[in-house]
């Protein structure tokens, strides 16, 4: 990261984070019924891909718009691009995703983000 | 928010948060060429959002994931359902929709999440 300081309105002291930061978000619904245990073992082992090297922020959330048909979200970030490939090709990540995204998730929507500088 | 605090594994005090925040998110695509000063017009006011009461870790980013047709994203949280609603019916808020939003907004989604307790 770079932290540009430059002299703003009224010469106050401003600064530009300049940052290679990659939020990694996806949305998703199952098939499985809400409250089922195999909701509930989903969750568990979606959770896990947050001890994966590189991972920060990790978030599973509720997705509670009713402008959209989606249950869940998963958030997370990655310092650099590098790690987000890293993870991606991560045993662990591709173990969670032949076990139980491919048959579990009814739909889904990955949207990544980065800083707008 | 509330705080629980409980004895976890070996007798270690361990806590879970419940809070009622609210992450408000939009992924969107404009009408207008990247780069132009029509979208950096566009940009500026969505950013003065930012200011409306209640508002907090207000974020604009750039989409960046291949799988979908979204460009920019906001990211904005709510205390409560209650900050939530008074934003949406703020004047500043209302007078953007109606000015911008509306008719430079080529196609957008609207996501919201809450904590997963």
């Known amino acids: 990261m770079i932290i540009i300081y430059f002299s703003g309105p ?24 809400k409250s089922s245990p195999e909701e509930k073992l989903f969750l568990d082992a979606i959770s896990k891909l947050s001890a994966i090297p590189g991972v920060e922020n990790f978030e599973l959330l509720k997705q509670i718009s009713r402008e959209n048909n989606y249950d869940y979200g998963l958030s997370m970030e990655f ?3 590098k790690e987000y490939e890293d993870y991606n090709r ?22 990544d983000y980065a800083p707008l500088i």
Chains 1, 2 share one sequence.
């Open 10 to 33: 009224e010469g106050i002291l401003q600064s530009i984070k300049i940052t290679d930061m990659i939020r990694h978000t996806v949305v998703f619904k199952l098939v499985h019924p």
């Open 79 to 81: 310092a650099t691009a």
């Open 90 to 111: 991560h045993p662990d990540h591709i173990r969670f995703v032949e076990t139980f995204w491919k048959t579990e998730v009814a739909d889904f929507l990955e949207l």
